[in-house]
């Protein structure tokens, strides 16, 4: 799929019923959750007084002035730091380090460059020691998925950029994490390379039924992924509203932009951030 067309996937209905909004159970929760770093010697305060819970196969965008904690956010759930303060829980559990629930994807893809796509995808397989034979049939699985049958032996050098996307999608994927933290990961893509990203990401993770933190820059592209929309204040980040999309789950990527209902949703996003990054400028 190498068109703006692509972004005509309409995602899936989540498995057995359950709905993308996360009603069934939270799997992530914030509770009370502050950090604060040390910089030369100064400390400096990144989050303030966290309280979310993120549902089950929920999507949920997190929005705010750089420097605000979002990514720490993503880093805490993961258990690659602990909070100064609150607790973070994973499926009812206190986070207490690194745990393998959660797949992490940064802006950065991180590839190999002495692997080729299929051996990219392979690595976390390799890890865990999956046998060869289930591992090959895992990794030409997961490169179908994303749209890379043809271009198994390709190596990064030689794929697009939105190739390079896809192979470290199907890295994340490859392990089967319940939840997916996505830091940013499409800010690099042109506009059409981006919305074919997004539509991919949204069918994929319907059709597997993945929570997701997605952190974006992107105001548009926050709400039109999101079931929620969390958007934070500048450093040290706290939560000013959530934002709750309603936004059909089959919803078309490319028609949306025209869609009444996301206008307003976008400027209202506009509107809540408006006024803080008029107090930065003055």
């Given at each position: 799929m190498t068109t703006?067309?692509?972004?005509?996937?309409?995602?899936?209905?989540?498995?057995?019923?359950?709905?993308a909004t996360g009603t069934n159970r939270p799997i992530v929760s914030f509770e009370g959750v502050g950090k604060t770093f040390n910089a030369h010697g100064k400390n400096l305060e990144a989050v303030r007084d966290i309280n979310l819970s993120i549902g089950s196969g929920e999507f949920v965008t997190l929005v705010g002035p750089s420097g605000c904690g979002k990514s720490t956010?993503?880093?805490?759930?993961a258990g690659l730091m602990a909070p100064s303060c609150g607790t973070v829980r994973y499926a009812g559990e206190l986070v207490r380090g690194v745990h393998g629930h959660v797949g992490y994807m940064t802006q950065n893809d991180h590839l190999l460059p002495w692997?080729?796509?299929a051996g990219n995808v392979e690595v976390?397989?390799?890890?865990?020691?999956?046998?060869?034979?289930?591992r090959a049939d895992r990794v030409?699985?997961?490169?179908?998925?994303?749209?890379?049958?043809?271009?198994?032996?390709?190596?990064p050098t030689q794929i697009s950029g939105g190739?390079?996307?896809?192979t470290a999608l199907a890295r994340v994927l490859a392990y089967d994490p319940e939840t997916l933290l996505m830091d940013?990961?499409?800010?690099?893509?042109?506009?059409?390379?981006r919305l074919q990203m997004q539509a991919d990401l949204l069918a994929l993770c319907a059709k597997l039924g993945k929570t997701v933190m997605f952190v974006t820059h992107d105001l548009d592209e926050a709400i039109a992924l999101a079931d929620r929309c969390v958007v934070f204040s500048s450093r040290p980040g706290s939560i000013m509203r959530v934002i709750e999309t309603g936004l059909p789950h089959g919803r078309d990527l490319v028609e949306l932009r025209f869609d009444r209902k996301f206008l307003?949703?976008?400027?209202?996003?506009w509107e809540t951030l408006t006024p803080a990054l008029r107090r930065r400028q003055e």
């Open positions: 703006v067309s692509a972004a005509r996937i309409r995602a899936a209905e989540l498995p057995n019923g359950t709905s956010l993503l880093n805490m759930t692997r080729t796509v976390p397989l390799e890890i865990r020691s999956m046998p060869r034979r289930e030409a699985q997961l490169i179908d998925m994303v749209g890379l049958k043809g271009f198994e032996k390709s190596y190739m390079r996307k896809r940013e990961p499409f800010a690099a893509l042109d506009a059409q390379l307003d949703l976008a400027h209202e996003l």
